[in-house]
């Protein structure tokens, strides 16, 4: 079974709908990770938190928002879906002291029309 | 900031030659490295890190990678290559107390029969 899953896989959607993808991991990490990859951009860190109770915003955190429901939770949401959010979106997990080595989700691809 | 550039957009060998995919960082002290590979349709799978220690490191599937300091560098190599190689390859480094990942844009390589 994998560490890091992430559903769904592949979704279709429309400008200005709600939108939610989930990840779930069984590695017992406190930290996980959402990134969007595009063609050329290599992968952008969207946000990221630590624990349950603490939430990051990264790089490019506009049009998006997280909820860590638990430890092993992490969803991201695209309140109102735009055609620039049409990518592939990576979870992540960490846990110190192993150095930070994320180990990552298959990746949902994402495409709003 | 910490940053990272992938000189190769994409590189093709012929199968049974040798690779370097050349990484170059930017962090004022000293870094945590990384290589992922990306195959096709799938998720990051981590071939190997640099945290101290001896700057050559041995990964998984026969890749190797060096740290040089006095040019910022950790190239990624491969004596012989082989056509499941083929994938896109992204160099990382994690810098300061924040434990985020900066990731290059990569460097995607081909490999000819």
């Known amino acids: 079974d994998a560490d890091v899953t992430q559903t769904p896989r592949n979704r279709i959607t429309k400008t200005g709908k709600r939108i939610m993808l989930e990840c779930s991991q069984t590695k017992g990490h406190d930290r996980m990770y959402w990134y969007r990859q595009d063609p050329g951009l290599g992968l952008r860190l969207i946000y990221y938190?630590?624990?349950?109770?603490?939430?990051n915003k990264g790089e490019i955190s506009d049009g998006y928002s997280v909820s860590r429901q638990a430890q092993a939770k992490f969803s991201l949401s695209l309140e109102s879906a735009i055609p620039n959010q049409t990518a592939l979106y990576f979870c992540a997990t960490s846990d110190l002291p192993q150095g930070n080595e994320q180990f990552f989700g298959p990746g949902t691809r994402l495409t709003v029309l | 900031a910490q940053s990272v550039t992938q000189p190769d957009i994409h590189i093709t060998v012929s199968e049974g030659a040798s690779l370097e995919l050349r990484c170059n960082y930017s962090y004022g002290a000293t870094p945590y490295l990384f290589w992922y590979v990306q195959s096709p349709g799938q998720g990051l799978q981590l071939l190997l890190k640099y945290f101290s220690g001896d700057t050559l490191v041995q990964g998984i599937k026969g890749f190797e990678a060096e740290f040089k300091r006095s040019q910022s560098s950790f190239n990624l190599r491969k004596p012989s290559v082989h056509w499941s190689d083929a994938a896109e390859y992204f160099c990382?480094?994690?810098?300061?107390?924040?434990?985020?990942?900066?990731f290059g844009k990569g460097t995607l390589l081909t490999v000819n029969p």
């Open positions: 990382a480094v994690r810098g300061g107390s924040n434990y985020k990942l900066t």
């Open positions: 938190s630590f624990d349950v109770k603490d939430i």
